[in-house]
């Protein structure tokens, strides 16, 4: 999901962005010490991917549009803290070349699905792959879009009792808890399957083209 | 009595008039701002809410018709912001900049070229990850 300026308080964007930059920081440093250089060739084309991924809309029944995200696939490989920079940068592009998506929205929009999504997706997974590994390479796709879409619909639905006028008129996103929960994380439920199916296609055709590693462990960073 | 019973009736008729309401039927220029999703599926009956230049609330606010347009008319010169969501968290924040003869300076087509789009952002993800390699590879040597 891409939330435009104006949806979100300052309330919420200049904290997010300040636990953002510091998480920004921290996993730079992470991934740059501990990243597989030889790996970054294919984290760029997973990253590719999201971002193709995120570009392309599919429209849903009820007027609305959804998009896959390759959050999982980029959080299995690589682990959290790739699937977080990857995200952001991804954001980041869409929402200054394309318009996609705000510039005050990106810190929740990188933290809920980079981070939040990306661990759920590598959690699901590593408690699942011993007893069945498409499994649960399903449910990390469905994880990376099922909890995202939790966080942000509290992120806008927050918005009214954050900043609201003395006649209590919404200032910025209108709608409250009640409305945004199921409106944003019910079709999320179901978006998850496909991104589940995805996660396990993708993952599959790289382990079957690459290994499992150019080193024959895993390239996720630590 | 007579006179009374008409003076009566007159206080009537004109409390009777005081609530009836007139309309007239014209045609006018108004500003239209069309909203899609990019598989053009029309941003159809979401609310929205308009706000002239300095407005501290909303000037008018209502639901996109079938089309997913917005349409109002400027009274007065200057940015009008016009905001617009769904409860699923989708939606746009426009400015139109009206000019003293109360119309948009510039009128803005939809950008196309999705694909070419695309593949600008890919190439400048390969171009972010080749740098972050050349980074990496020189430090090392």
Same mark, same amino acid.
């Given at each position: 999901?891409?939330?435009?300026?104006?949806?979100?308080?300052? $309330?919420?964007?200049?904290?997010?962005?300040?636990?953002?930059?510091?998480?920004w920081?921290?996993g730079a440093?992470?991934v $740059?010490?501990?990243?597989?250089?030889?790996?970054?060739?294919?984290?760029?084309?997973?990253?590719?991917?999201?971002?193709?991924?995120?570009?392309?809309?599919?429209?849903?029944?009820?007027?609305?549009?959804?998009?896959?995200?390759?959050?999982?696939?980029?959080?299995?490989?690589?682990?959290?803290w790739v699937?977080f920079l990857s995200v952001s940068m991804?954001?980041?592009?869409?929402?200054?070349?394309?318009?996609?998506?705000?510039?005050?929205?990106?810190?929740?929009?990188?933290?809920?699905?980079g981070?939040?999504?990306?661990?759920?997706?590598?959690?699901?997974?590593?408690?699942?792959?011993?007893?069945?590994?498409?499994?649960?390479?399903?449910?990390?796709?469905?994880?990376?879009?099922?909890?995202?879409?939790?966080?942000?619909?509290?992120?806008?639905?927050?918005?009214?009792?954050?900043?609201?006028?003395?006649?209590?008129?919404?200032?910025?996103?209108?709608?409250?808890?009640?409305?945004?929960?199921?409106?944003?994380?019910?079709?999320?439920?179901?978006?998850?399957?496909?991104?589940?199916?995805?996660?396990?296609?993708?993952?599959?055709?790289?382990?079957?083209?690459?290994?499992?590693?150019?080193?024959?462990?895993?390239?996720?960073?630590? | 009595?007579?006179?009374?019973?008409?003076?009566?009736?007159?206080?009537?008729?004109?409390?009777?008039?005081?609530?009836?309401?007139?309309?007239?039927?014209?045609?006018?220029?108004?500003?239209?701002?069309?909203?899609?999703?990019?598989?053009?599926?029309?941003?159809?009956?979401?609310?929205?809410?308009?706000?002239?230049?300095?407005?501290?609330?909303?000037?008018?606010?209502?639901?996109?018709?079938?089309?997913?347009?917005?349409?109002?008319?400027?009274?007065?010169?200057?940015?009008?912001?016009?905001?617009?969501?769904?409860?699923?968290?989708?939606?746009?924040?426009?400015?139109?900049?009206?000019?003293?003869?109360?119309?948009?300076?510039?009128?803005?087509?939809?950008?196309?070229?999705?694909?070419?789009?695309?593949?600008?952002?890919?190439?400048?993800?390969?171009?972010?990850?080749?740098?972050?390699?050349?980074?990496?590879?020189?430090?090392?040597?």
């Open positions: 999901m891409h939330i435009p300026d104006g949806f979100i308080t300052p $309330k919420m964007y200049l904290p997010a962005y300040t636990i953002a930059a510091g998480l920081i921290y440093r992470r $740059k010490t501990r990243l597989n250089e030889r790996a970054i060739p294919l984290v760029a084309v997973v990253t590719a991917l999201v971002f193709v991924l995120m570009m392309i809309v599919v429209p849903l029944p009820g007027g609305t549009s959804a998009h896959a995200t390759g959050i999982g696939i980029l959080a299995v490989l690589f682990g959290v699937s991804v954001l980041l592009i869409q929402a200054l070349l394309f318009g996609i998506g705000g510039v005050t929205a990106l810190p929740i929009g990188a933290l809920a699905m981070l939040v999504g990306g661990a759920a997706a590598l959690t699901g997974y590593s408690s699942l792959h011993r007893l069945n590994e498409r499994a649960a390479l399903f449910t990390a796709g469905w994880l990376s879009v099922a909890l995202p879409a939790l966080v942000l619909a509290a992120a806008l639905g927050l918005q009214p009792a954050l900043a609201h006028r003395e006649d209590g008129t919404p200032l910025f996103f209108p709608f409250g808890l009640e409305i945004t929960l199921p409106a944003v994380v019910l079709p999320h439920l179901l978006i998850g399957i496909p991104e589940g199916l995805l996660t396990v296609f993708v993952y599959g055709l790289i382990t079957r083209l690459r290994g499992r590693s150019a080193n024959g462990s895993t390239w996720r960073t630590p | 009595m007579r006179y009374a019973i008409c003076l009566l009736a007159l206080c009537f008729a004109t409390l009777a008039v005081a609530h009836e309401l007139v309309h007239t039927i014209s045609q006018d220029d108004s500003v239209v701002i069309t909203l899609a999703y990019p598989d053009h599926g029309a941003f159809s009956y979401e609310t929205y809410e308009i706000f002239g230049p300095d407005d501290a609330s909303p000037r008018l606010t209502g639901r996109t018709d079938a089309y997913g347009r917005v349409k109002f008319l400027p009274d007065r010169a200057g940015r009008w912001r016009i905001r617009v969501f769904s409860e699923d968290g989708h939606g746009a924040d426009v400015t139109v900049e009206i000019d003293r003869k109360l119309r948009p300076k510039s009128t803005v087509t939809a950008p196309g070229g999705r694909i070419g789009r695309i593949a600008i952002g890919v190439a400048i993800i390969f171009c972010v990850f080749g740098a972050v390699s050349f980074f990496l590879r020189s430090r090392t040597k």
